[in-house]
């Protein structure tokens, strides 16, 4: 399973990605503020990865919005993810690092996954090689783009409200 993540940290490829972008190059990230992506605050999970997967959004505070997110297979903690999207100047960047289930971190101290923000319209926001799109207030998808060059695939996570 790590090694899996690890591509996703490490080699993300697009060749196969139907829903999500990357900034082509020269490209600078668009405008944005959290107001435009609160849309994501609440307590999230499905079914994917062979398990239950859950994410937990807080709303904007502090030019940030935190998150944690873990998958669950056969009654145990596969791995964690814990990580914010920042206001930076006048544009936004998604950043995590990953945990195994007992929390000795994937990463290096001071290392972290980025994801630029390329993109806004209402009610989806795309970060390189990961999209958020509301379906309703109770449901959200999230596209992310693991593996590298040809063996990349794009794996979506149905999200419904939880609680």
Known sequence: MKILFCFLAFGLSFGHAQNTLQLKEGQQSPNATLDDVSWITGHWRGEALGGIVEEIWSPPLGESMMFSFRLINNGKVSFYEVGHIRQIDSTLL???KHFH???KGWETKDETIDFKLVNLEKDKV???GLTMKKLSDDE????VVIGKHD???ELV???KRYQ
């Open 101 to 103: 289930g007992d929390l």
């Open 157 to 159: 996570f149905n999200y």
């Open 151 to 153: 063996s990349a695939q």
């Open 94 to 96: 998604l950043q995590l």
């Open 126 to 128: 795309f970060f390189e």
């Open 140 to 143: 959200i998808q999230v596209y």
